[in-house]
T-cell receptor, first 112, second 114 residues
Framework: DQQVKQNSPSLSVQEGRISILNCDYTNSMFDYFLWYKKYPAEGPTFLISISSIKDKNEDGRFTVFLNKSAKHLSLHIVPSQPGDSAVYFCAASGNNFNKFYFGSGTKLNVKP | GAGVSQSPSNKVTEKGKDVELRCDPISGHTALYWYRQSLGQGLEFLIYFQGNSAPDKSGLPSDRFSAERTGGSVSTLTIQRTQQEDSAVYLC????????????FGPGTRLLVL
């Protein structure tokens, strides 16, 4: 039973436009959410996080939005760059932080 | 400084054999995690170590899987009597202390069971 779902396996966006990656979760006890980026043959690297007390967190071109009532979070990348092409995973954890649940990932392709 | 390292990077084994995967976390990181990623799937949590405390083994898929962490640093994940469904990328991550800190991932070990 997947508690974190990324329903879009892939997304293609033109360079300079906005990329929106979506993630849904089922467990209302999740308190902490993260996005990771993964290039082929490498481990995931941390991108941005948000705690449940916030609804938005911004870091440069990356913004994560959290809608707790909808159990939904999204990652916005503006403007998208070809180097952003990678697989993006969202992850969630409860307040004990000893276990993280990951989605299946969305492969983003930013076309030059 | 050095990141999380894992060895071997690739492992091909025959069904029924035992394999041992190694993870060297970032120096000073007390929390260590093992995940696996099967083809087309997300990361599946396997086990979590915090310092010298007893690990949270709730994610281990069967009793063929075990893990240990010696001296609060290096960890080994052992899979006994491997099965074809064990084929996956096994990822190790570490973080400084409590798990809310950013996890730093190693490059993974690609295991193929024939």
């Amino acid at each position: 039973d997947q508690q974190v779902k990324q329903n879009s396996p892939s997304l293609s966006v033109q360079e300079g436009r906005i990329s929106i990656l979506n993630c849904d979760y089922t467990n209302s006890m999740f308190d902490y959410f993260l996005w990771y980026k993964k290039y082929p043959a490498e481990g995931p690297t941390f991108l941005i996080s948000i705690s449940s007390i916030k609804d938005k967190n911004e870091d440069g071109r990356f913004t994560v939005f959290l809608n707790k009532s909808a159990k939904h979070l999204s990652l916005h990348i503006v403007p998208s760059q070809p180097g952003d092409s990678a697989v993006y995973f969202c992850a969630a954890s409860g307040n004990n932080f000893n276990k993280f649940y990951f989605g299946s990932g969305t492969k983003l392709n930013v076309k030059p | 400084g050095a990141g999380v390292s894992q060895s071997p990077s690739n492992k091909v084994t025959e069904k029924g054999k035992d394999v041992e995967l190694r993870c060297d976390p970032i120096s000073g990181h007390t929390a260590l995690y093992w995940y696996r990623q099967s083809l087309g799937q997300g990361l599946e949590f396997l086990i979590y170590f915090q310092g010298n405390s007893a690990p949270d083994k709730s994610g281990l898929p069967s009793d063929r899987f075990s893990a240990e962490r010696t001296g609060g640093s290096v960890s080994t994940l052992t899979i006994q009597r491997t099965q074809q469904e064990d084929s996956a990328v096994y990822l190790c991550a570490s973080s400084f202390w409590a798990a809310q800190e950013t996890q730093y991932f190693g490059p993974g070990t690609r295991l193929l069971v024939l």
